[in-house]
C-alpha cells in the first residue's frame, strides 16, 4: 500500500456544503485550522437546486461573518406568510407580530457564496474525494481519503465534524449502543415544479384545501417554484402541465385570487421524513446539519437548523482553543438538540395543520380548519408562527 500524505489540522470537517463551510469560515476568523473534504464536485453542490427561506439569525450570521451581503442585495426579504384556507388568504404579519423577517435566498447561493469565500481567504477545501473512512473517533480522530488527484491521504485533527448530509458517513460510525435515532414517517410528499410563469403573490402561501396542501413560493421575476401535496409513490411522468395546473387550482384559486400560470420546465416528487440522531456527539466527532437530523420542509428549517448546529459548536470550539474552557464544548449537543427539536415541533405542526390525509373524515377535515381559525383570529396564535417561522432567539 502506498504511503499515504499526512495533513495535520485542529479540526477535520466532512462536508462542504453550507455547515461545512461556515464552520470552516467561523474558525479560520478565530485564528483556528481547519481541512474540509467532500465527496460531491463544487459543481455538483452549486448546480443542486434547494430552496432556501434564511431566518434574520441566518442572514445576520452570513453578513456579520463576512461571508458575503448578497443575500441583502440579492435576496427577497419577506415580512410575512399567507395562510390560505376555504378559498379565503391571512397574512401573518412577521414585522408587525415579532419585529423580524425571513429571506427568500437559495441554497446553492448560500453555498456560492460560503465557497467563494473559503477560496479567497486561502481555505483547505478539498472536493471530488472518494475512499473515505473515519478512525479513532474517540482519540485523536483521523479521515483516510483519496484526493480528486488520486493521491491517497489522511487527516489527523484534534475534532472531526461530520456535516456530511443525510447519508451521512460519520453518523454510521458511531456504534448503535451509543446512539439513539427518532423517525416519523409522513403519508405524503411533495409534488415540486418550476414553472416559466410571473409571480402570483410577493410572499408565500400556504394553503389548506379539501384536496391537498400546496405551496406558493418565488424565485425570479420569470421562474417560480411550486408544491403540492401528493402521495409519495407518484410518477412525475404521468403528469402534463395541464393536469398539474388544475391541481393547483382546486387547492388555491378562489374569491379573486388566481395563479399566474406558464410551461413547467422542472417537475420531481420530494417524500419527507423528521429524523434526530441522538446525541450530536461522540468521543471527538460532532455532528452538524442534515447528519444529525432532518425536517419537512413545511416549516422552512432544514439549512437554519444547521447553520445554527455550526454556530454553537463554533462557539465550543472557540473557547476550548482561545479561551481554554471545555464547557461550551462539553454541552454541545444538549444545546443544539434544545433547537432541533423546537424546530421538529414546528415542522410537524406546520405539516399536519396545513396537508389533508388522503383518509380523512369529516372530523378531522373540521378539526383541522378549527385549528387553522384559531391561529389566524388570534394574535398570540399568529406570533408564535412567527416567531417560529423567522426564528427562535439562539442558544444559551
Known amino acids: 500500500m502506498a504511503t499515504r500524505k499526512i495533513i495535520s489540522t485542529q479540526v477535520a470537517i466532512m462536508g462542504a456544503g453550507p455547515a461545512g463551510l461556515m464552520l470552516s469560515h467561523l474558525l479560520a476568523k478565530a485564528g483556528i485550522d481547519s481541512t474540509v473534504i467532500e465527496v460531491r464536485s463544487h459543481q455538483e453542490i452549486s448546480e443542486t437546486v434547494r430552496a432556501g427561506i434564511l431566518e434574520h439569525g441566518t442572514v445576520n450570521l452570513l453578513v456579520d461573518s463576512g461571508v458575503s451581503d448578497r443575500v441583502l442585495r440579492k435576496g427577497d426579504r419577506h415580512d410575512g406568510i399567507e395562510l390560505r384556507f376555504n378559498g379565503e388568504s391571512h397574512r401573518i404579519d412577521f414585522k408587525d407580530l415579532v419585529g423580524e423577517s425571513v429571506w427568500l435566498y437559495p441554497q446553492t447561493d448560500v453555498f456560492t457564496d460560503l465557497a467563494a469565500r473559503r477560496k479567497a481567504d486561502g481555505g483547505d477545501v478539498r472536493y471530488s474525494v472518494t475512499d473515505t473512512s473515519v478512525h479513532d473517533l474517540e482519540g485523536r480522530p483521523k479521515v483516510w481519503f ?28 458511531i456504534p448503535e449502543a451509543h446512539r ?60 402534463d402541465d395541464d393536469r ?8 388555491v384559486n378562489g374569491n379573486g385570487f388566481e395563479l399566474k400560470e406558464g410551461p413547467v420546465i422542472e417537475k420531481m416528487v420530494l417524500p419527507f421524513r423528521s429524523f434526530v440522531h441522538t446525541p450530536m456527539r461522540h468521543g471527538n466527532l460532532f455532528l452538524a446539519g442534515d447528519a444529525a437530523h432532518t425536517v419537512p420542509p413545511t416549516g422552512a428549517k ?56 388522503a383518509d380523512a373524515d369529516d372530523f378531522s377535515r373540521a378539526r383541522q380548519l378549527g385549528e387553522l381559525n384559531s391561529v389566524v383570529s388570534s394574535r398570540h396564535g399568529m406570533a408564535y408562527l412567527a416567531e417560529a417561522y423567522t426564528g427562535w432567539p439562539g442558544a444559551r
Request: charged share 25%; net charge negative; proline share 3%.
Open 244 to 251: 398539474i395546473w388544475a391541481e393547483f387550482r382546486s387547492r
Open 302 to 357: 432544514g439549512l437554519n437548523l444547521a447553520i445554527h448546529d455550526v454556530k454553537v459548536l463554533f462557539e465550543g470550539l472557540d473557547s476550548h482553543y482561545n479561551a481554554g474552557s471545555g464547557r461550551l464544548l462539553e454541552t454541545y449537543s444538549d444545546r443544539a438538540l434544545e433547537r432541533v427539536w423546537k424546530a421538529q415541533q414546528f415542522s410537524y405542526w406546520m405539516t399536519t395543520m396545513l396537508h389533508t390525509p
Open 180 to 239: 439513539k435515532w427518532y423517525f416519523h414517517e409522513y403519508p405524503f410528499a411533495w409534488f415540486g415544479i418550476l414553472a416559466e410563469a410571473p409571480r402570483s403573490s410577493d410572499e408565500l402561501i400556504y394553503a389548506n384545501s379539501a384536496n391537498g396542501f400546496a405551496l406558493i413560493s418565488q424565485r425570479t421575476e420569470t421562474v417560480q417554484r411550486m408544491y403540492f401535496q401528493c402521495d409519495p409513490r407518484e410518477n412525475v411522468a404521468e403528469w
Open 146 to 173: 483519496t484526493d480528486a488527484d488520486g493521491v491517497e491521504s489522511e487527516i489527523q485533527s484534534d475534532f472531526l465534524v461530520g456535516a456530511d448530509g443525510s447519508r451521512s458517513h460519520c453518523r454510521f460510525q
